[in-house]
């Protein structure tokens, strides 16, 4: 893959783990430091559309289009491209998402299927679709950031194929730790079967109040665990009420509270990124 963008999906299947939360923030943070960040909503829910300020049952262009656009025709793409990206402020783009994103999920499903009966025989893979059409917005961006949803596993697939990197928030709470095998085995056939370069950037603490035992405990566990073969981020994020009433406002936590100690955890999350090779 090229140097920039770097293309970086943010990944869990469990939920509450503030996945849409960070990608939106950590999206923000970027673009604070004068980058030109594009956000990517992969789930049917809409999320990051409505934390951007936007009512996702009304957006008529959305990843949907893209993805059947990849799926049937190809040489398409271009054209629905300027649709499907909006600007939320200058040099900072959201391809927004819907219920309809089930519709091209069922239909990668379908082209899954036809693969199978192909005996291997297949040109395109359904699981590259996502890779296809970024290869067109490469270089308007430095960076692309790709919010992946909890159902519909194929499109979490396909994020992973066309990413540099991924990142697994964790909830600091003793339970929410057991989800992050299953993402690590997501990523590794991942990396097998597709992209060889996918790399994990590291595991996030989200959710974190300092002075309860427990969180502390969590996050020593992670560590202990995991912290000698992946990367956990230096700064969990803080939990605050104000992070919290971001997405419901439709803004970052640097539009809605930039002193909040969660903005300067997020800074601290963009500084990693911006330091990864």
Do not use: W
């Amino acid at each position: 893959m090229s140097d920039f963008p770097k293309i970086i999906s943010i990944t869990n299947k469990k939920g509450g783990t503030a996945k849409t939360t960070s990608a939106l923030n950590l999206a923000a943070a970027l673009h604070t430091t004068g980058k030109r960040v594009l956000m990517i909503d992969s789930d049917h829910q809409g999320n990051l559309t409505a934390a951007n300020g936007l009512t996702p049952v009304e957006q008529k262009y959305t990843l949907a289009n893209l993805l059947l656009a990849a799926i049937d025709c190809p040489e398409d793409v271009d054209l629905h491209l300027h649709r499907a990206v909006l600007t939320i402020k200058e040099g900072l783009d959201l391809v927004p998402a819907n219920r309809r994103l089930a519709d091209a999920a069922a239909r990668l499903q379908v082209m899954q299927l036809s693969q199978y009966s192909s005996c291997g025989n297949v040109e395109r893979y359904c699981e590259q679709m996502m890779s296809s059409l970024l290869a067109s917005l490469k270089s308007k961006y430095d960076y692309i950031i790709i919010d992946c949803g909890l159902q519909h596993e194929l499109l979490t697939i396909n994020a992973l194929a066309a990413s540099d990197y991924c990142i697994i928030p964790v909830q600091a709470h003793f339970l929410a730790s057991e989800g992050i095998p299953a993402v690590l085995d997501m990523v590794r056939s991942v990396q097998a079967r597709f992209n060889p370069e996918l790399k994990i950037a590291g595991i996030l603490l989200t959710m974190y109040q300092s002075r309860p035992q427990l969180c502390q405990s969590v996050r020593e566990n992670v560590n202990e665990i995991y912290g000698e073969s992946f990367h956990v981020f230096e700064r969990p994020i803080e939990y605050t009420i104000k992070v919290a009433e971001c997405p419901a406002a439709g803004k970052s936590i640097f539009e809605h509270a930039p002193r909040n100690a969660a903005a300067e955890s997020y800074r601290s999350l963009a500084e990693e990124v911006l330091r990864l090779g």
